[in-house]
């Protein structure tokens, strides 16, 4: 965020957060050139008409179902501060997936929170034994020198002054996608 605003300061500008992704999570991030459209972006976030999809490749030693959800509630560890897990006094927690492709030992999913929690997705997948490879904390085998493979990829919103549903996909070749509502998507 730092990078963009000082970007954005060379032409006068600041950069407001609308949400954030966890950290050693790559893809979409939502940020505002605007002020105006910060409360109503804010808004649709707390009323899930926003909505974030992400993509994880995973660790498994069973087959998954094609499709699902997890409804598993999340609060502190109190072993390790950094980390969250499942627990039956933890707040709800509400994580749709669906199977893209799996392997004897690998799958690639496509997530969709219902909940924010920190932590949510990889603290869902791994307590249902199919940890996010490379989560420096929560894959026992995460490889130090490689990415976690959780990746924001889509976002879809509603465009707070025409009303057009607008969907923004990740795309390889773009690092920043603008729109004329002064939002920007940034790779990160």
């Known amino acids: 965020m730092n990078d963009v605003e ?3 300061n060379q032409t006068n500008e600041h950069v407001y957060m609308i949400h954030r992704l966890d950290m050693w999570t790559s893809g979409l991030l939502l940020l505002a050139k605007n002020p105006i459209v910060v409360p109503i972006l804010n808004r649709q976030l707390a009323l899930k008409i926003m909505k974030r999809f992400y993509l994880a490749t995973v660790r498994k030693t069973t087959s998954i179902l094609d499709n699902g959800t997890i409804l598993d509630p999340i609060g502190l560890d ?7 897990r499942v627990r039956s006094d933890g707040l709800p ?3 749709h997936f669906s199977v893209i492709s799996q392997t004897s030992s690998l ?3 496509k997530l969709d929170l219902e909940t924010g929690r920190t932590h949510q997705i990889r603290v869902h997948l791994s307590h249902h ?3 996010i490879i490379n989560d420096p904390l929560y894959d026992p085998s995460a490889n130090s020198d490689k990415i976690m493979a959780l990746e924001a990829f889509q976002v ?4 707070p002054f025409s009303f057009e549903k607008l969907i923004i996909n990740l795309s390889n ?3 920043i996608k603008k729109t004329a509502l002064g939002l920007l998507f940034i790779l990160v």
Do not use: F, H, I, Q
């Not at 109190?78 to 969250?84: P, Q, S």
């Not at 879809?156 to 465009?159: D, M, R, T």
């Open 6 to 8: 000082y970007y954005l």
């Open 78 to 84: 109190e072993t390790d501060k950094r980390k969250r």
């Open 93 to 95: 927690s509400v994580t």
């Open 107 to 109: 799958a690639k999913l």
């Open 129 to 131: 034994n199919m940890p």
């Open 156 to 159: 879809e919103l509603v465009n």
């Open 173 to 175: 070749n773009d690092k």
